[in-house]
């Protein structure tokens, strides 16, 4: 990992170059209104990332039936923590969206670095990053926090965008190939994914670092989410 800043503009990046695990988190109501049973009842899946914003659609978010039916079982057994836990999580994901792991493209941070607030250059939930793999460049935001011994985890959307045969279980690379820039303090405001807005904001902040070489430009990331009917 390397904490950097350029002699001109001064903007500080947070580079480290390592391969690449998947995560499947997250849900959203609004715009994915149903989710495979397999999911939804789920015990592993979680629907929660860091990065969150406030419910905008009136249509609930698909996990909470499987939460519901979890919240019943834990009390049936007396589990007053999970009980605790499962209430707290469903009122979460009745106010709140979240990034879908599948369809958004972010990359996970471990929470101890994206818990420092004394460095400059420590990540923030939200700040923008350009993943660099091959001769190609994509950009992302940080989407979520991970766990402290793991680094270069991203979103199953990144995933196989670099290798189509990613899987939940199948990581997309496994060598050091993979170079991740955040840009620290970058995070504007936490709404729905706009791939596009992202994109030209990465620009941005690639340019105040030297921008990207000649013949060489961002990835341009299209909506993939599934098209929701509007029934009468």
């Keep these: 990992m390397l ?28 715009r994915v209104p149903r989710m495979p049973d397999k999911i939804v009842n789920s015990a592993n899946y979680q629907p929660f990332t860091s990065y969150g ?14 939460w519901n039916k ?43 670095i994206l818990q420092d607030r ?22 992302a935001i940080v989407g979520d926090g991970g766990p402290n011994f793991k680094i270069g985890e ?13 899987t939940p279980y199948t990581a997309p690379v496994s060598s050091l190939g993979v170079t991740y820039i955040v840009f620290p303090r970058t995070s504007g405001t936490w709404k729905a994914p706009d791939y596009s807005s992202w994109k030209t904001e990465c620009a941005k902040l690639i340019d105040e670092i030297g921008g990207l ?3 060489y430009k961002l990835h341009e990331w299209s909506n993939t989410l599934p098209k929701i009917s509007k029934e009468k």
Excluded at 3 to 29: C, N
Excluded at 118 to 129: F, K
Excluded at 131 to 139: L, R
Excluded at 155 to 165: F, G, T, V
């Design 213 to 215: 070489g000649e013949g």
């Design 70 to 112: 979890m919240l019943a079982e834990a009390k049936a057994k007396g589990n007053s923590s999970e009980v605790k836990r499962l209430s707290a999580g469903i009122t979460d994901l009745r106010r709140r969206s979240f990034l879908i792991a599948e369809y958004d493209p972010f990359v996970v941070i471990p929470v101890f």
């Design 118 to 139: 004394e460095s400059a250059w420590a990540p923030n939930v939200g700040d923008y990053v350009a993943v660099i793999y091959g001769e190609k460049v994509y950009p």
């Design 3 to 30: 904490e950097l800043e350029h002699s001109q503009s001064k903007r500080k990046v947070f580079l480290f170059q390592t391969d690449m695990d998947v995560v499947s988190d997250g849900s959203d109501g609004d």
């Design 154 to 166: 991203a979103s199953l959307r990144m995933a196989k965008a670099l290798n189509p045969k990613s």
């Design 53 to 66: 914003w406030k419910k905008t659609g009136e249509v609930e978010n698909p996990m909470i039936t499987g």
